[in-house]
């Protein structure tokens, strides 16, 4: 993922339809499971 400096920048970033399909496309394939959760 690319670097961001301000939280304008990164807002921009996380309120974008395309990072809202990619997030939703990865919850689907993890079943809605936490992946950091299952590690530990």
């Excluded at 301000?6 to 996380?14: D, H, M, P, V």
């Excluded at 990619?22 to 950091?36: A, F, M």
Aim: glycine residues 2%.
């Amino acid at each position: 993922m690319a670097e961001f400096k301000t939280e304008q920048q990164k807002r921009k970033f996380y309120d974008s339809g395309e990072w809202k399909k990619l997030r939703e496309k990865i919850k689907k394939r993890d079943n809605y499971e936490c992946q950091e959760c299952k590690r530990q």
